[in-house]
């Protein structure tokens, strides 16, 4: 049967290339009011080529832009895998800047370029071609498909947790699947099985009514702008150690698996120094660079603001000052009980003649699936059978809030694989898509829902 769907794959490579070419010159951006039309066509383009394989498809209307839903049913006694992906694209910002326009699709030296080509149209529709060599080349699927393929991610996906939580029963399945990430080396078959939360917040120093002269002032009030610097001093200790107590309470330790599995990550923290210009990367004591990016919790400023910062001197002391502080959260982190530990934590330090006022600006959720989870073994089995390359788990510093709302809603693992690079140029210019890695991501796909069967 596999030979079949090789076949089927290698005769059908330029069509399935024009098919995501015609995808990507759809202007679908979803940030911008003027593109509303283009997302419902991309939606409905994608909708037509998921009914033209037997999918049962509807295009559901959300507060912003619409969700495209598609199953294919095949019968009860088998799993049912759930593919999200997005429709929507990034804005391309000045497009003088880009060496071809971002939605006139050109291929150049193996690669597509267009704005969505790695994220996410590109990948989304791998599946999508999947799904259709399979179904042409066996008339049925080797296990129950939905998919669910959104608007508004690139704008934080602000309809799709209502929707998760509405439609519960009608996207019940086994596991989810999400290509909207990046191998850790070409041809690296990887999985991203963990993801950090995060704890925002904005803290305000404040002290006299007004600016002050610092010669008739300076010595006799207090500073803000030094009390803030002395308060986030005193966030770390000296081996970079986050002070707010409890803050470590519920971190999972690194397991020695883990450890192992780091280790074969094609990662060298030199290189790593060296590519942006670093003299060192001092962090957490006890822990490599990797381990304390991908699996430690952390503590930045993200911003500071006070006093004079014009040209030239002016002799001022502030009224007040403020610092935007964000926390990488490792699971079993909750962003709401880190939130209010440093909250608490900044007003015990802070000496009583200044104010401070700290407010919660955001957070989001972290996400782990278990390596030993059949949803990663399997996916782990497939792509390994078709890379011919062992896989390399990934986590990552960012967060994608999506996978915590789909492992809550829906209960379920969810499994990154990730088909693009990071030097795609996703959010950026000139984003690219290798044609290898479109077509590998093809046949992947093809060994994944095959090996899924097994779930
Ligand atoms: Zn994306």
């Known amino acids: 049967m596999m030979t079949k769907v090789t076949d089927y794959l290698e005769n059908n490579k330029q069509r399935q290339l024009s098919e995501l070419m015609e995808l990507l010159k759809i202007p679908s951006v979803s940030t911008d009011p003027n593109h509303k039309d283009d997302l419902k066509e991309a939606a409905n383009y994608i909708i037509e080529q998921l009914k033209a394989l037997g999918f049962k498809t509807e295009l559901r209307p959300t507060k912003g832009h619409p969700i495209v839903l598609a199953e294919y049913f095949v019968n009860q006694k088998l799993p049912t895998v759930l593919i999200y992906g997005h429709y929507d694209v990034q804005p391309v910002g000045p497009i003088s800047e880009w060496d071809n326009p971002p939605f006139e699709p050109r291929i150049i030296d193996e690669k597509i370029y267009a704005r969505g080509a790695s994220d996410d149209k590109g990948q989304i529709f791998a599946h999508i071609k999947a799904v259709e060599a399979l179904i042409k080349t066996t008339n049925t699927l080797p296990l129950n498909i939905k998919f669910l393929i959104e608007g508004e991610e690139e704008i934080g996906s602000p309809n799709l947790g209502p929707f998760l ?8 399945c086994d596991l989810v699947i999400i290509s909207d990430s990046a191998m850790i080396a070409p041809n690296t078959p990887t999985i991203t099985y963990g993801l950090k939360g995060l704890a925002y917040i904005e803290l305000e120093v404040i002290a006299a009514n007004r600016d002050l002269h610092s010669g008739a002032y300076g010595g006799g009030v207090p500073n803000p702008i030094n009390e803030l610097a002395k308060i986030i001093a005193q966030l770390h200790d000296k081996n970079g150690k986050i002070t707010v107590p409890g803050f470590y309470d519920d971190v999972i330790e690194i397991s020695a698996t883990e450890k192992a599995a780091f280790k074969k990550v094609p990662f060298d923290e030199k290189e790593f120094a060296e590519e942006i210009a670093l003299k060192g990367t001092p962090g957490e004591h006890g822990y490599t660079v990797l381990e304390r990016i991908w699996a430690r919790p952390t503590l930045d400023v993200n911003g500071i603001k006070g006093g004079f910062q014009g040209k030239g001197a002016k002799t001022v002391i502030a009224a007040k000052a403020s610092a935007k502080i964000s926390c990488r959260l490792v699971s079993n982190q909750d962003p709401k009980d880190i939130t209010k530990k440093l909250i608490k934590y900044i007003e015990d330090i802070a000496p009583n003649y200044v104010t401070v006022i700290a407010r919660d600006l955001h957070g989001a959720k972290t996400a782990l699936s278990p390596l030993d989870s059949k949803a990663v073994k399997l996916t782990a089995k497939a792509l390994e059978k078709s890379f011919d390359k062992e896989v390399v788990f990934a986590r990552t510093g ?33 984003e690219k898509f290798d044609l290898k890695n479109y077509y590998d991501a093809i046949k992947a796909s093809t060994e994944i829902l095959n090996e899924l069967n097994n779930f």
């Open 398 to 430: 960012g967060s994608i809030p999506i996978v915590n709302n789909f492992q809550e809603e829906l209960g379920v693992d969810v499994v990154l694989v990730g088909f693009g690079l990071e030097n795609d140029g996703a959010h950026s210019l000139n």
């Open 165 to 172: 939580e509405q439609e519960k029963l009608k996207l019940a």
